[in-house]
């Protein structure tokens, strides 16, 4: 057993049964093949939403772009979401946008921003390359930087008046797309195991008292025994 898989197998023996499965289940249906990118967006409650449809959707990352609003989450909106997912602000630096993208690029991201007027749909995205979803502010959508950096440029089906959906209700509708997608096709979009042995950790340290003193204090024992 790795160092790792020995400091889960400790916690388990701490926590639940119910939990261990819980864990287990959920981090099998964790992705890091995609994550959201919410720039600058105004309205707190559907910040909070976007985050708790990531857990729900399962994507295990959410970058928040904070140039001129401040991300906040609700806890009656978000539900805990924030536990579980790995929320990740940028609000350093002349343009945090670009420098969040250029980050997400070097990682290997394809940025794919989200826009009413671009001509190829969502449907049709070629998920091969790890994807950076980007959606922008409610009255804008995404800033010139996003359009001018973005990989590609996709919508969201519609068939209204309406031009624009709400952002929390884009990226469901987006991610529900791409997680069907996914599911169905041969790209290996899950989590390692090594990834999700990580995951389970850290969230382990979420619901014990002092989790993160009590994950010290594992590595501390197991390493001496190395």
Not at 135 to 147: A, L, P, R, Y
Not at 192 to 205: A, F, G, M, R, Y
């Amino acid at each position: 057993m790795t160092l790792d898989e020995k400091v889960l197998a400790s916690f388990y023996n701490i926590i639940t049964e119910s939990k261990q499965e819980m864990f287990d289940r959920i981090a099998m249906e964790r992705t890091n093949h995609v994550t959201v990118v919410m720039e600058n967006i105004h309205q707190e409650h559907n910040a909070s939403a976007v985050l708790r449809t990531c857990d729900c959707f399962g994507i295990q990352t959410l970058h928040a772009i904070e140039k001129n609003n401040t991300y906040e989450i609700q806890r009656d909106i978000a539900l805990g979401a924030g536990n579980w997912v790995d929320l990740y602000t940028h609000s350093d630096g002349v343009n945090p946008t670009s420098t969040c993208l250029d980050e997400l690029k070097t990682k290997g991201y394809k940025v794919v921003a989200t826009s009413p007027h671009a001509t190829q749909d969502i449907n049709d995205l070629d998920l091969t390359q790890p994807i950076a979803l980007v959606f922008g502010t409610e009255k804008k959508g995404v800033s010139s930087t996003v359009q001018d950096m973005a990989d590609e440029l996709v919508s969201i089906p519609m068939y209204g008046f309406t031009e624009s959906f709400n952002i929390s209700v884009s990226a469901a509708i987006a991610l529900n797309i791409i997680r069907r997608n996914l599911k169905h096709s041969t790209i290996n979009w899950k989590l390692s195991h090594e990834e999700q042995v990580s995951l389970k950790i850290q969230w382990c340290t979420k619901i014990i008292r002092e989790g993160e003193m009590v994950e010290n204090e594992i590595r501390r024992r197991h390493f001496e025994n190395y």
